[in-house]
């Protein structure tokens, strides 16, 4: 009989080492005092695609040699069905000791445990938690899964978790090993922080919401619409609004509706705070359907279509950086506080990029990139609330400048008015010496029209007697006019007779008297001698045929003819007229373009 017990001692021996060997196990030393550094579950873990392997298929998987390590940094990354994990913890103690494996995230809907000594073959399950059971059925109070186990004195045990995320979803097969007061005083450190957060988020939704009614400001209700969608969408997803709200009827969906609802608020607050719709408006319809996703993605979060939820909001965070642009476009159009926008969504961006690498499992799970996003997102309120008061406090002094100028309007003296009237009146007068100046000059040319000109004249002509100095009446006219007017069209002409009178300008002096009698006829009086005066009209028709407008691809040439009249003691203005409108018709009828003189 001896012989017989020895034997199965032995053979049992060679069963659990072939078992370890199997498995890559060594098992996990443990005593009474872990502070949740040490790990359980990452080299040998099970991928079950279909969810539906029980205790004994997934025994029989690891007899098989079918566990291997984990070939991410801590995440199965995005699978169907559930993962499977063994380990071995060792009590070395001589005493009894209690522990508490926990979950590292939040993300999980089921977790089932089972355990066994190494010296019997027997498994028993140890815990059944699920996100959509009652909160009072988890053994211990605490908003993530946590499994109590207890190791008598010098025993080693197995384990076998089922982490199950049901259709597609993220896994950390992985747990953290704590002493119980260890883990209770984690909790109070992590839920002081949380309540911090959430204080923050709550007293920041109320400010606006009291400030956004009395100023009845848009802009102000959606940030306090906002910042109270962030507390029920971090309170869902970190597991608080199942243990203190929702404690009978929670549902892994609310956490897809809550960050939905955010998302959605965020990107309609970002749109009304950038105002893209008015000064981007290319870019608005980016911003719309990023509204238009994260409206889908609430739809497929409300009826549980998941498939449409992964696709979504996928979609959302990769879209997230784009609102970051669009502040910085606006910051470099002048709107100071998109600048600061932009930081603040920046942070945002930089908490869902790094929960999405340890989602991916491109970097390990850890207390600090965990609880990263929700501290990115109180930043981002936090920035974004500087920046809304950057924004209030321009518009306020705005306001106070509008009705300071208006308080200054009302409290004008008497004497303040009457300084206005005067002004006015001065400006009336100022206006009617400018009417009469219009009155006096030709309205196409500018220059002084036939009465203006005969007026100055006859006192130009009275100056020069009295001073007996000669005086040279000119008489132009422009030669071949109405065909001009006639083939080319009277905007031609007239933009003619502008360029005529700026030739002529150019060459005469101030005190020289130019006007348009009419139609395309204009006289000159000058004070020179006649040799001077002949020399001005040879300039005058020379400068005037070198004029070359362009009409309808079409080049007009310019010409004009020259009629000259002398003063003498008995010279009128009138009587010039006439012998300058002789001497110019004969111009015309010995060939135009040329000046002729009044016979003495």
């Known amino acids: 009989m001896a012989r017989l017990f020895l034997k199965r001692v032995v053979f049992a021996c ?39 392997l029980s205790i004994v298929g997934a025994e029989q998987a690891l007899g098989q040699g079918k566990f291997s390590a984990l070939k991410s940094a801590g995440s199965t990354r995005l699978k169907p069905g ?18 508490h ?107 606006a919401l009291i400030a956004g009614s009395v100023a009845r400001n848009k802009l102000l209700l959606i940030y306090s619409l906002y910042a109270f969608s962030k ?17 009978e009827s929670f549902h892994w969906q609310l956490m897809s509706i809550g960050g939905a609802v955010t998302i959605l608020l965020g990107h309609i607050f970002a749109r009304t705070f950038l105002q893209t719709r008015q000064y981007t408006p290319r870019l608005d319809y980016l911003v719309l359907a990023m509204i238009a996703n994260a409206g889908l993605l609430l739809i497929a979060a409300v009826f549980q279509v998941k498939a449409v939820a992964l696709v979504t909001i996928t979609l959302a965070l990769l879209m997230y950086p784009v609102i970051a642009v669009i502040a910085m476009l606006r910051w470099r159009q002048g709107q100071a506080e998109a600048g600061i926008f932009a930081i603040a969504w ?26 990263w996003p929700p501290v990115a997102s109180f930043t981002e309120m936090l920035t974004v609330m500087f920046a809304l008061g950057y924004k209030m406090r321009r518009l306020y002094q705005d306001k106070e400048l509008t009705e300071q100028r208006y308080l200054d309007h009302l409290v004008k003296s008497k004497s303040e008015l009457e300084t206005e009237v005067r002004n006015r009146t001065r400006e009336l007068e100022q206006a009617k010496r400018i009417a009469e100046q219009e009155a006096r000059t030709d309205s196409l040319t500018g220059i002084l029209n036939r009465r203006s000109f005969l007026e100055d004249a ?7 007697k009295r001073n007996q100095k000669p005086c040279c009446l000119f008489m132009f006219d422009l030669d071949h006019f109405k065909q001009i007017n006639d083939t080319r069209g009277h905007g031609v ?27 395309e006829e204009f006289a000159l009086l000058v004070e020179e001698p006649e040799n001077a005066a002949r020399a001005l009209a040879e300039r005058l028709r020379a400068d005037t045929a070198h004029i070359n407008m362009l009409a309808n691809n079409h080049e007009v040439h310019v010409t004009t003819s020259i009629g000259l009249a002398f003063s003498d003691a008995d010279s009128t203005v009138e009587k010039l007229l006439q012998q300058a409108d002789e001497a110019m018709y004969r111009a015309k009828l010995e060939g135009r373009n040329r000046v002729v003189a009044a016979s003495q």
């Open 458 to 464: 006859r006192l130009r002509l009275k100056l020069a």
């Open 493 to 519: 002409g007239d933009a003619v007779l502008c360029k005529f009178t700026e030739t002529v300008t150019k060459s005469i002096r101030e005190t020289d008297v130019f006007g348009r009698l009419g139609g």
């Open 14 to 52: 060679l069963i659990l080492m072939l078992w370890q060997t199997a498995s890559g196990q060594t098992p996990i030393t443990v005593s009474g005092n872990e502070d949740g550094t040490l790990k359980t579950g990452r080299s040998a873990v099970l991928h079950d695609k279909s969810g539906t």
């Open 82 to 99: 559930a993962h499977w994990s063994y380990f071995q913890l060792r009590n070395t103690e001589a005493k009894p000791v209690s522990l």
């Open 231 to 247: 507390i029920t969408c971090w309170a869902t997803i970190l597991g608080y609004t199942h243990q203190f709200v929702l404690r």
């Open 101 to 207: 494996l926990e979950y590292v995230d939040h993300q999980l809907i089921d977790l089932d445990a089972f355990a066994r000594a190494t010296d019997t073959g027997d498994w028993s399950q140890i815990a059944a938690l699920s996100m959509e059971k009652p909160f009072g059925h988890r053994l211990v109070e605490h908003n993530r899964f946590v499994v109590p186990v207890t190791l008598e004195a010098n025993q080693t045990k197995e384990f076998l978790v089922r982490f199950g995320s049901r259709e597609r979803g993220y896994a950390f097969p992985s747990m953290r090993i704590w002493s119980p007061d260890n883990l209770e005083m984690q909790y109070v450190r992590e839920s002081t922080m949380i309540s911090f957060l959430f204080g923050g988020f709550f007293l920041m939704g109320l400010f």
């Open 346 to 371: 920046s942070f945002l961006v930089a908490g869902l990029i790094m929960q999405a690498l340890r989602d991916l499992g491109v970097v390990e799970h850890s207390l600090l990139n965990y609880y």
